[in-house]
């Protein structure tokens, strides 16, 4: 296991979905939360590749911090076919002090884990990452 930088230890299991959703496209999404416990990031959520952006969204809570990672497919203005897989800090206003602090110490330690990751974003309520959002960033 991983040492992250505010002292949480990231789960294997963590960067072997991640793979899983980078190379072999298992999953959509990949929820990540902090077990403030077992002082480790563990996998919260798995998200199929048939679920859509709006399943992803719905599987972050309104009042709690996460991390998340998307796999995002488009098609640009040439006509390719292309997907870009997105970290997204999820820390919500309305989330504890706490909470916001432990995520965004542990953010670049945790992301460095996760080799492939092409676009970061960081969201406070849902319109900062909203498909408008996602699309514009990814092309």
Not at 25 to 51: M, N, S
Not at 56 to 85: G, H, M, W
Request: aromatic residues 12%; contains cysteine; negative net charge.
């Amino acid at each position: 296991m991983a040492n992250a930088a505010s002292g949480f230890a990231v789960d294997d299991d963590c960067k072997l979905k991640f793979l899983d959703l980078k190379a072999k496209r298992t999953y959509r999404f990949i929820v990540f939360k902090i077990e403030e416990k077992q002082k480790q990031v563990i996998v919260e959520k798995l998200g199929e590749p048939a679920q859509s952006y709006e399943d992803f969204t719905a599987s972050l809570p309104a009042d709690e911090c996460r991390y998340a990672v998307y796999d995002f497919d488009f098609v640009t203005a040439e006509n390719c076919q292309k997907s870009r897989i997105f970290f997204i800090a999820w820390s919500p206003d309305t989330s504890k002090v706490r909470n916001k602090m432990i995520y965004a110490s542990s953010k670049d330690r945790f992301k460095r884990e996760l080799d492939g990751i092409q676009i970061e974003l960081q969201a406070t309520d849902p319109t900062e990452m909203d498909l408008d959002v996602i699309r514009s960033r990814a092309s």
